[in-house]
Every structure is written in structure tokens, then in C-alpha cells.
């Protein structure tokens, strides 16, 4: 027996959640233990509520978080954290896979139902959906809260700078030499060339295209750029 009381005890201390304001945290937490070891020992009061299973009505659900809220309920928390801390707990373990994070987000969120019950519509959903909407919340933020922040120190957050205008003036003159250079090849090296290069088709593509062997041209590629190369030593 005494061992069974130890256990309850360990196994009540878990329902250390932060309730509410700091004012009346630790008043409302103390009797939330005290009626949790007495119903875990076999003392449990007869008019105490008590939600078991998986086929628990979502009416009483609702019930129970509506007394929540309108009169801060003790014993109507307690039934809904021992029917949904457990719940939220897998929850959050299958989203951080830290079970340790995921007992301190179960806590958060147990906190927050207590103190938002008041906010609960039951003509707008159901007690399950908005206490694990409460859940989702906490667990994004907690997620937000962790990214690291922006270092705006680091290198591959700078800016490019801005090129020189000579490097831009020699671009732009390399452009029209190159454009002109084009102008002087024979219409069927133009073509081939830009396929190639400005339309990125490998050479078997623009043989088929242009319904001529590969052997012509590969060869009409480097009849151009020889030209090409000729045409641009010509005029710098």
C-alpha cells in the first residue's frame, strides 16, 4: 500500500502546470494535487467528475470547460486535464520527438485552458477542437521561438555590391562586339549557333530540327566560332 501511495505521488506531481496568473498559481495547483493524489489512492469523492475512455460524450467535454470558465471549477479542470493532458502530450512527442519539450508544451497548453476557458463558445465547436487549436499554437510558437536568429553580420546575408560602371561600360562593349560579330556569319552558322547556345539544344536536337547530319553540325559550330573569334581580335 505504501508503495502504491508512492507512486501516486510521483505520478501526481506531473500535474505541475502553470495555472493561471502568478496570484493564484500555486493555490489552485496545491488543490489540484491534493484532489488528484486522494483520487489516485482510492479517496476519491463521489461527486468529483470523471472522464474515462475514448467515448467520452464531447458534451460533457464542453460542459465541463464552460464551468471552467464561468467559475473557475477545480474539480471540472482536473477532469478535463486527466482526460486531455495525456492527449496532448502524445501530440506534441509525434511533432518535437523530445519528450522532455513535449511535457513542457502539454503544461503551456494545460495553462492556457485554464486561463482562456472563459473565451470557449460550445455553439461554435466542440471542447477538443479548441483546446487542441490552443495546442498547435503553442507548439508553432515554440518552434518559432527556437529558429536561430538572422545574423546580420553574416557575409552570405550581404549585399552584392553594386558593379563598377567601367566594368559595366567594357560588358556593354563586349555585348555590341559580340553582336556585331554574329551580324558577319553566313545565315546557317547563326542559326546553329543560337539553338546552341542562346536556346540551349544539345547538337542532336538541332540536327533533327534542321533535318541535316550531326557531323554538319558540329562542324557549321566550329566554323563560327572560328570566324567569331577572328571577327573580335579584328575590332578590339
Not at 551580324?183 to 543560337?194: F, G, I, Y
Request: hydrophobic share 40%; with cysteine; charged share 30%.
Amino acid at each position: 500500500m505504501i508503495r502504491g501511495q508512492e507512486a501516486a505521488v510521483k505520478a501526481t506531481m506531473s500535474l505541475s502546470i502553470h495555472i493561471g496568473s502568478e496570484t493564484c498559481q500555486n493555490e489552485t495547483l496545491a488543490i489540484i494535487r491534493r484532489r488528484s493524489l486522494r483520487r489516485d489512492i482510492g479517496m476519491t469523492q463521489p461527486n468529483s467528475p470523471k472522464l474515462k475512455g475514448g467515448d467520452v460524450d464531447p458534451a460533457e467535454l464542453a460542459r465541463l470547460l464552460v464551468t471552467v470558465g464561468e467559475s473557475r471549477n477545480v474539480e471540472a479542470f482536473e477532469a478535463l486535464f486527466r482526460f486531455y493532458a495525456p492527449k496532448v502530450r502524445a501530440f506534441m512527442t509525434m511533432k518535437t520527438k523530445d519528450r522532455q519539450a513535449a511535457e513542457e508544451l502539454m503544461q503551456e497548453t494545460m495553462s492556457s485552458v485554464w486561463i482562456k476557458a472563459a473565451q470557449f463558445d460550445p455553439d461554435r465547436g466542440n471542447a477538443s477542437a479548441w483546446i487542441f487549436t490552443i495546442a498547435r499554437n503553442i507548439r508553432i510558437d515554440a518552434y518559432r521561438r527556437k529558429r536561430p536568429a538572422l545574423d546580420l553580420d553574416d557575409q552570405a546575408l550581404m549585399p552584392e555590391e553594386a558593379p563598377q560602371a567601367d566594368r559595366e561600360l567594357e560588358k556593354a562593349q563586349e555585348a555590341k562586339l559580340l553582336r556585331n560579330a554574329l551580324a558577319t556569319l553566313p545565315p546557317e552558322q547563326q542559326d546553329v549557333l543560337k539553338m546552341a547556345f542562346f536556346e540551349d539544344k544539345p547538337h542532336s536536337a538541332i540536327a533533327e530540327q534542321m533535318g541535316l547530319p550531326l557531323g554538319t553540325v558540329k562542324s557549321r559550330i566550329r566554323l563560327a566560332f572560328s570566324k567569331l573569334r577572328d571577327a573580335l581580335e579584328d575590332r578590339r
